[in-house]
């Protein structure tokens, strides 16, 4: 978990620090905690687009083997993995040996593609949300039902399967999240939308 030079931290475990700190924050500066949580969430899904890209060049994330009858799809659909002299002599690459020269899903830009579409979305419905937290709700949801999709076209197990190999850890993850984002669009946890956040000066409690 510390070696963070060997890899790092995934992604829920980053999301769930940044959340935590970010309503820490809030309430030190006196933001409206709900409005807080919608703006940063679409920052933050900016911010997982471009990690994604990192995913993409080092290997990690990769998808499993593409069926022989869909191996004629083009990149960024599929991806070849490099050849067995390649990985050799690149150790820092994720991709396992066995798989060189093989066609992979490629599911690590799927998953810059999704963030990107996510955060897009979380934007426009931040100019036009009714309510506080709805940003949030939404794009929850969002990212749940979508992850948990391309989690079928995963091919890295590293990180753990369930029930007979049937659900990933990510996958198990998704539908909490997804429970969650529906709570959180039912309960509209936050004031509604008819001006602009309130700021407290300095030293005054938040409202």
Not at 66 to 89: G, R
Not at 164 to 192: E, H, M, N, Y
């Amino acid at each position: 978990m510390f070696l963070i030079w060997e890899g790092g931290l995934v992604m829920y475990g980053g999301f769930l620090g940044a959340v935590l700190l970010g309503l820490w924050s809030s309430r030190k500066h006196a933001l409206e905690r709900w409005n807080a949580v919608d703006t940063c969430m679409v920052a933050a899904f900016v911010g997982l687009a471009v990690g994604r890209i990192g995913c993409f060049l080092v290997g990690d994330d990769y998808g499993s083997l593409v069926p022989e009858e869909y191996a004629h799809l083009p990149f960024p659909i599929t991806l070849e993995v490099p050849q067995t002299a390649w990985l050799a002599e690149n150790p820092q690459s994720l991709f396992p040996a066995r798989l060189a020269g093989e066609k992979l899903w490629a599911t690590q830009l799927w998953m810059c593609v999704n963030a990107t579409l996510v955060a897009l979305i979380g934007w426009f419905v931040l100019k036009r949300r009714s309510w506080r937290g709805q940003v949030a709700g939404t794009m929850v949801v969002l990212y749940a039902i979508t992850r948990f999709v391309i989690e079928m076209f995963r091919g890295d197990d590293i990180r753990g399967v369930w029930f007979g190999d049937t659900l990933s850890t990510s996958q198990l993850i998704s539908i909490g999240g997804l429970a969650l984002g529906i709570f959180l669009l039912v309960k509209r946890p936050g004031p509604a939308v008819t001006e602009p956040a309130p700021r407290a000066r300095l030293g005054e409690a938040p409202q």
